[in-house]
């Protein structure tokens, strides 16, 4: 089984919302933390939002706002809620988790600084 399973993905058009989940088959413990990336075709992998095992988040701009981060700790769900989407939401988005602390909330975007992953699931925003 891997790691990390997402789900909620699909395609919505501009300005509606999804709700991406991922399940944590793994046994993580405190500290952690946990994000959320995305993927375009041709572009690299980025950080969109992360929440450490202190309830602590940071947002790229570009989602602050629009996008949502959470993580239900009894069930071992990271969700991210995401309202007004726009086309450029489209992409591959993964979710990804890692024990330990981090240098920073900065780093928490960073792919380098996860060690699990999920197999990524597509969402599509059309005009």
């Known amino acids: 089984q891997a790691p990390l399973v997402e789900s909620g993905g699909g395609s919505v058009q501009a300005g509606g919302s999804l709700r991406l989940s991922c399940a944590i088959s793994?046994?993580?413990?405190?500290?952690?933390?946990l994000g959320w990336f995305r993927q375009s075709p041709g572009k690299e992998r980025e950080g969109i939002a992360t929440?450490?095992?202190?309830?602590?988040?940071k947002y790229r701009d570009r989602v602050k706002g629009r996008f949502t981060i959470s993580a239900d700790n009894a069930e071992n769900v990271l969700y991210l809620q995401m309202n007004s989407l726009i086309l450029e939401d489209t992409a591959m988005y993964y979710c990804?988790?890692?024990?330990?602390?981090?240098?920073?909330?900065?780093?928490?975007?960073?792919?380098?600084?996860?060690?699990?992953w999920g197999q990524g699931i597509q969402v599509t925003v059309s005009s």
């Open positions: 990804a988790a890692n024990t330990g602390r981090s240098a920073g909330p900065l780093y928490r975007l960073l792919a380098s600084q996860y060690k699990y």
């Open positions: 793994i046994n993580i413990h405190r500290p952690y933390y």
């Open positions: 929440i450490d095992s202190d309830g602590n988040t």
